[in-house]
């Protein structure tokens, strides 16, 4: 049982590159979220699903798109990188809703040069 | 608005000596409210939520409605409690967010 996973753990882009994370969960929770850390920040959410073939935007989604095609998994996307969207990107998951307990990824660091 | 607010971004103190992380919030609501904490190049993972009234790892953190507080507190700090500690709220009904605080980072000294 892995719980959740995200793949990859690091990246380096340059300004205007694309790319794709990954996140993926082994526990049949329907909610699934994607987080930003910024120092002096806090978690955000950028976007989330409540469940399969479902998305929704959350505090700072400019700049990215998710997509839940499988109940398992939930890719975040970014079209063109930017500098201000280094950070540490943590996925999460829940059973059904905001108020259960959310499992975190090991995160991802992304870096955009 | 939901807002939580952890006003110490970093506190220290020495091991055996009691801590106290705090966190208040606002919601007009009922709320619901979770401490989550980050070790060193670990996961985020819940430690403790107002609603289960648990103790976990000699943790615990008690509703205020009249103060929106759920400050942590530990009687006696371990080393090994050193870590980042974020509060969180969940309100708004099904569509609500989980909001978190901006964390409080705590250091306990040998």
């Known amino acids: 049982n892995a719980g959740v996973t995200q793949t990859p753990k690091f990246r380096v882009l340059k300004t205007g590159q694309s790319m794709t994370l990954l996140c993926a969960q082994d526990m049949n929770h329907e909610y699934m979220y994607w987080y930003r850390q910024d120092p002096g920040m806090g978690l955000r959410l950028i976007h989330y699903s409540v469940g399969e073939g479902t998305t929704a935007k959350g505090e700072v989604p400019d700049g990215y798109n998710v997509s839940r095609l499988k109940k398992q998994n939930f890719l975040l996307g970014l079209e063109s990188a930017a500098p201000s969207q280094t950070s540490v990107y943590f996925c999460?998951?829940?059973?059904?809703?905001?108020?259960?307990?959310?499992?975190f990824g090991p995160g991802t660091r992304l870096t955009v040069l | 608005a939901q807002r939580v607010t952890q006003p110490e971004k970093l506190l220290s103190v020495f091991k055996g000596a009691p801590v106290e992380l705090k966190c208040n919030y606002s919601y007009s609501g009922s709320p619901e409210l979770f401490w989550y904490v980050q070790y060193s190049r670990q996961r985020l993972q819940l430690l403790l939520r107002h609603i289960s009234r648990e103790s976990i790892k000699g943790f615990t953190a008690d509703l205020n409605k009249g103060e929106t507080s759920f400050h942590l507190k530990k009687p006696f700090a371990q080393e090994e409690d050193s870590a980042m500690y974020y509060c969180a709220l969940a309100g708004g009904g099904s569509q609500g967010n989980l909001i978190f605080g901006k964390g409080t980072k705590l250091s306990v000294k040998p």
């Open positions: 999460a998951s829940s059973t059904y809703r905001w108020r259960d307990t959310q499992y």
